[in-house]
């Protein structure tokens, strides 16, 4: 008897930060998201400068706008010098969002208005936008903090971090096809960036995009192979297509690295004690507008 397939996303081990966060889908159902990060805190990074900068493996970062493709003056040309020397590596990143993700309430609302006094200061200073972005969306102002990343990548328009925590945003507000494109952008600046991939991956799941999301599942398990998120979501992708031999040992696989990966076995593949899978059914995507089904966090 076909069951009606919910959407395995409701809480990201990416969108672990949000601990408190409202969804529809009970705790069973959902993969579990220890392995992490992806991130994130939420919207992630950090409040240092994991907001500064071009990763220096940018395209001609120094000539030309990455966002607009404008040839950049001399004066933005330094700007992106320098803010490429202070660009994280994908691990200190990566170390940054487990970090702030830790932060209590208070403290964001401190990070929140340090922002906000910075950006009183210089309305143009790409650092300050992009943490006050991050603390709104740590307080779940989703949109409001949309406005200011985009803001920031107004003025980082090379910064992976920025690319990467509206990409998240995107994800909390359900924008799937804008949050492939923000990580896609992150990528582009930090190419090791495992939660950026996995970040996509979960994105393009939102959107029915199995097999495409296989392949940035498989690129973060590249990155890290005890990525215990990645072989977990992506054992479930492989299952929706009815590769299960693939599904099994991935799930398999996620669960010696975190045990409540379990729960996406049973639910996904089965078990031993009569327990059916519950398979994810193929449904018919909408036109433009990409809406998840009943269920979907």
Request: aromatic share 8%.
């Amino acid at each position: 008897m076909k069951s009606r397939f919910r959407s395995p996303l409701a809480a990201l081990g990416l969108l672990a930060f949000l601990s408190n966060c409202a969804t529809t889908v009970k705790e069973k159902e959902k993969p579990s998201n220890t392995s992490q990060s992806i991130e994130m805190p939420a919207v992630s990074d950090a409040r240092r400068p994991d907001s500064t900068g071009a990763a220096s493996t940018a395209t001609d970062a120094r000539t030309t706008g990455a966002a607009s493709g404008i040839a950049a003056t001399p004066a933005t040309a330094v700007a992106s010098d320098v803010a490429a020397a202070n660009t994280l590596s994908a691990s200190a990143a990566s170390a940054e969002r487990a970090r702030e993700k830790k932060l209590t309430t208070e403290e964001y609302r401190t990070m929140l208005a340090e922002a906000e006094a910075a950006v009183k200061r210089n309305p143009k200073d790409g650092e300050a936008l992009l943490k006050r972005a991050k603390a709104k969306s740590y307080l779940r102002e989703y949109p409001a903090a949309q406005v200011d990343y985009t803001a920031a990548i107004r003025y980082q328009k090379n910064n992976p971090d920025a690319y990467y925590n509206r990409g998240v945003n995107h994800l909390m507000m359900k924008q799937y096809k804008a949050a492939t494109t923000d990580f896609s952008g992150a990528l582009k600046y930090r190419p090791d960036d495992k939660e950026s991939f996995f970040g996509r991956g979960v994105a393009k799941m939102q959107m029915y995009q199995y097999k495409p999301a296989v392949a940035d599942f498989t690129r973060a398990i590249q990155l890290d192979s005890a990525y215990a998120d990645a072989w977990e979501y992506r054992g479930i992708s492989y299952s929706s297509f009815d590769k299960l031999s693939e599904a099994r040992r991935d799930l398999e696989k996620a669960t010696k690295l975190n045990p409540e990966a379990a729960k996406s076995m049973r639910r996904y593949l089965g078990n031993n004690d009569g327990l059916a899978p519950i398979k994810p059914a193929p449904v018919a995507r909408p036109g433009t507008g990409y809406h998840p089904k009943p269920g979907a966090h």
